[in-house]
């Protein structure tokens, strides 16, 4: 699957997705990078080339990361603050990995032959382990629209296409 012309193109999207989502958390930025916030800017024979991320409503900050990376913390909403190493890493892989990716190359086989080579070439970090070791986050999002009384997020978890791969 792919771009006509454009072999490997659901892979080279993955890594440069991965590349930079992964990177930012590191840092501590999640960001909620589902298909209406991550845009892909491509060549002119249809290579990604960068992304464009358009709304930094719903992004995550952890102060704890940002001051270890030398960051000054920014004067931030509270609901965007938090340390919580599960709410950073599900904001970022659900809606990267569950929402993103999956929505753009398939679920199950399709998301997994994008992401075997994408990830093999990352530099081994422990959000790449956390990233490969476990279920995929993934927002709930009809519970979410049938619970008007709960605010915020709710989650699933989806099987992981990288979990029984050894990276």
């Avoid at 892979?11 to 589902?34: D, I, K, N, S, T």
């Avoid at 991550?38 to 002119?44: D, E, F, I, Q, R």
């Avoid at 619970?147 to 989650?155: E, M, Q, T, V």
Wanted: glycine share 12%; with cysteine.
């Amino acid at each position: 699957t792919g771009l006509p012309g454009v072999p490997g193109w659901p892979a080279r999207l993955a890594r440069l997705a991965l590349a930079v989502g992964l990177r930012l958390l590191e840092l501590g930025v999640a960001l909620e990078a589902h298909g209406q916030n991550l845009l892909v800017v491509l060549s002119p024979s249809g290579e990604p080339l960068r992304l464009v991320y358009r709304d930094l409503a719903d992004i995550r900050v952890s102060p704890a990361r940002l001051a270890r990376n030398g960051i000054r913390v920014p004067d931030l909403p509270a609901r965007i603050v938090t340390d919580d190493e599960r709410a950073l890493r599900r904001k970022l892989f659900g809606s990267l990995v569950a929402g993103a990716l999956a929505g753009t190359v398939g679920s199950g086989p399709g998301l997994r032959a994008a992401l075997e080579p994408a990830v093999r070439e990352l530099p081994r970090t422990g959000e790449l382990a956390a990233l490969c070791g476990g279920p995929v986050p993934a927002k709930a999002l009809t519970l979410m629209r049938l619970s008007p009384g709960g605010a915020g997020d709710r989650w699933t978890e989806l099987p992981n296409p990288l979990e029984v791969a050894r990276f």
